[in-house]
């Protein structure tokens, strides 16, 4: 079931060991097969050295194993409130990279203060408020997605497709697992450079209007960034 889903799910994941962003087993990707309503996700605890194909679990989305034989990872929950929350997304990855995540536990919000960031996100990369002990001690896996689409609100998950997990750690969203996957890769160079900017002494954003130039030239209607992709080759 699901064969190629597992197989793109199984490289999200061992992209985001290559690039460096999950040590041990501190980290997730999933991804949803919108027809059928089926998510496949890493395995609880498995560790990236041994993980195959075979391995990833299939859950539906009352998170209700439905193929493996593995635990899926602990935080599908979240996963599943994304997909729930967002129709347009087909990938979810949780990781806790380290630059990342030192802005994740500072609780701050990564500003923008550059066109590199602009190519990621229009604005600041968002930290979620913090989890209440009732939510912790609750469902807090489910709480922990309930957040996320508290701080996108309105915002489109595909324009605005990371968020910083109070204390925790960023969730990134994508078009598949493999998108989600690059989304990480690119929040974690971005969080990387934002702290050697504050370290430099630089506080203040960059202007309004070279973000919107830069993030325009790669996202939305009239982005020209690449090529066009519908006069093949």
């Known amino acids: 079931m699901l064969e ?19 040590v041990r087993t501190w980290g997730n990707a999933s991804g949803i097969d919108r027809e059928s309503g089926l998510v496949v996700i890493k395995p609880s605890g498995v560790s990236y050295d041994t993980m195959n194909e075979g391995d990833m679990v299939v859950i539906d989305l009352d998170g209700r194993v439905v193929e493996g034989g593995y635990r899926p990872s602990t935080d599908a929950p979240t996963h599943i409130y994304l997909y729930r929350e967002y129709p347009s997304i087909g990938g979810v990855v949780h990781t806790h990279s380290a630059f990342a995540t030192a802005w994740a536990q500072a609780g701050r919000d990564i500003p923008a203060f550059g066109t590199t960031h602009a190519d990621h996100c229009y604005g600041a990369i968002p930290c979620t408020r913090k989890l209440t002990r009732e939510e912790v001690g609750n469902e807090y896996e489910l709480n922990t997605g309930k957040v996320i689409a508290e701080r996108i609100g309105a915002n489109d998950p595909l324009m605005f497709s990371s968020v910083l997990v109070y204390s925790h750690g960023p969730f990134c969203m994508g078009r598949d697992a493999p998108d989600a996957a690059g989304k990480a890769t690119e929040l974690e160079e971005i969080a990387r450079m934002a702290y050697f900017t504050v370290v430099l002494g630089q506080t203040v954003p960059v202007d309004d209007y070279l973000l919107g130039k830069h993030f325009s030239r790669k996202h939305g209607r009239g982005a020209y960034y690449g090529q066009d992709k519908s006069k093949g080759s």
Do not use: E, F, P
């Open 4 to 22: 190629g889903l597992k197989r793109t799910v199984l490289k999200a994941n061992l992209d985001l060991v290559r690039d460096g962003l999950v």
